[in-house]
């Protein structure tokens, strides 16, 4: 079995910034370390694969990089075995997980990463899918996957593009962090690590490093304060938490 190798993105993009931009340097060495030539995109987040695909290619391409969207395969699982590197883009989680299910893919990313060591990019929806489970997405349930349950490649939970309430704002809605503060009402729970934007987390192996633009992580667990995190820090104890398989 290889060492599992992932990069998490908050995001895709961030403001002032175009789509991959911000992590180009380390999504080059991240890549380039594996010696991928061509990366397998996987667009099922967004409605317009066709768009998001002319997006994802420029991207990369400007990185030195080749994207084959799987969306264009005859044998998606297939695709994902000939893979040298993966990349799950962002929009939203639901429609992403049942897109994964209905072409029959989780167990053959999972497997293809975990057990193969095949390098895996997120950038926000793809990074919630790679955790334990969805119930910490931002997103709307605009369609029904067959469980909540995500690829589980990590045993943790993400919420990406954590904010902080606006001081100076009257909106009496619930915060980011109440939002997840309910989830640990489930009767299975894991811990929760809020990336901020600009923000990543690198793994290699049992190796886990914030990375990003002058950020700080937070996380969350159940029944203890918050804990906040520069980028940096190393993450590793999280990769040692948490159960196999969990749904809100």
């Known amino acids: 079995m290889s060492a599992r190798q992932l990069l998490l993105l908050s ?23 594996n010696n991928v030539c061509r990366i397998l995109f996987i667009p099922y987040a967004l409605h317009d694969h066709d768009a998001y695909e002319d997006k994802a290619r420029k991207a990369f391409g400007k990185m030195g990089f080749e994207v084959e969207s799987i969306h264009r ?9 000939s893979a040298q590197a993966i990349f799950v883009g962002g929009g939203n989680t639901f429609r992403l997980l049942k897109a994964l299910h209905d072409n029959k893919l989780v167990l053959p990313i999972r497997e293809k990463v975990l057990q193969e060591g095949t390098p895996y990019i ?3 929806a793809g990074t919630n899918v790679a955790t334990v489970n969805i119930c ?24 990406p593009h954590y904010i902080e309430p ?8 619930e915060t ?13 729970w894991y811990p929760v690590l809020g990336l901020r934007e600009g ?29 906040e995190f520069p980028v940096g820090s190393d993450l590793s104890f999280l990769l040692k938490n948490g159960k196999k398989t969990a749904e809100c």
Do not use: W
């Not at 980011?176 to 299975?188: G, P, S």
């Open 176 to 188: 980011r962090e109440q939002r997840i503060q309910q989830y640990f009402e489930c009767e299975e």
């Open 122 to 124: 997120g950038a926000s």
């Open 199 to 227: 923000s990543m987390l690198l793994i290699l192996g049992e190796k886990a490093t914030l990375k990003g633009l002058s950020q700080v992580a937070k996380l969350f667990t159940k029944d203890e304060k918050s804990k």
């Open 73 to 81: 395969s005859r044998d998606p699982p297939r695709s994902v075995a």
């Open 136 to 159: 910490t997405t931002n997103d709307m349930p605009i369609v029904y996957p067959p469980t909540f349950a995500a690829l589980n490649l990590v045993p943790f939970n993400i919420n």
């Open 11 to 33: 995001a895709g993009t961030i403001f002032g910034s175009e789509f991959l931009q911000y992590a180009a340097d380390d999504i080059k060495s991240f890549l380039t370390r």
């Open 166 to 173: 606006d001081p100076g704002s009257q909106h009496m809605g």
